[in-house]
DNA sequence: AACATATATGAGCATATGTTCATATAATAA
DNA sequence: TTATTATATGAACATATGCTCATATATGTT
């Protein structure tokens, strides 16, 4: 029989990098205001920068890099986009989160 | 009868910066590494600095980091301290994200 | 075409972050 | 006490991050 010394499983590079990611994501105060915002109702970007009181420029490089992640999705409306979120499972990260951080 | 205008309910600054710390912690490989490590099993900081294959430095450091946040806690055996987990929920928060980034 | 509106983008800047090196502290042993 | 081992800490540095300003692009309108 082989030792039982049951080694340490290690993190593959790859699953850390997702995960890292993921994270990074949803450690950005803007970032969770926007993505919590999109949670409740689909909003063009100018929508989101007044409801939260932000530059349009901020915004716009917030959604790209939630983009990028494919956290966040958008349609056309004209010259208008509508973002929404497009990833459920980060959603569920987030306000287990929120909860906890409200309950502790 | 009120407006059924459903304004957004913003997030509280406090939930806000609880959130966003706790995201914060997860956001870097190093410590999701060692948290992922002593989710295994308790280590004392040179057991991790060797598993993990980090300089005691750092390894010292993130603990700091990890411990004011209260995700991990130490019981000392002489001038041995062992680090174990002291936060389930955020536990829980990262092995959902492993789970995921690896299954989709 | 010219113009208006909505959004995106690049550069610059200030601040935050993570690592390393050198050294300090703490507990123990001789 | 001195030496040894384990851990913590501060400073310095390089890189990453997030915001703002100015401007570009894209769509629609006249």
Redesign the pocket.
Known sequence: MSDQQNKYEHLDEETLFIVSQTF?AL?????IRILHLLGEREC???EIAEELS????????????LKNLRLVK?R?A????FYSIDDEHVMTLLHQSIHHARHD
Chains 1, 2 share one sequence.
């Open positions: 990074k450690s950005d105060p803007t970032r063009n970007v100018s932000l530059m349009q420029s901020t915004v716009s490089h917030q959604l790209r890099f958008f056309r004209g010259t208008t986009l």
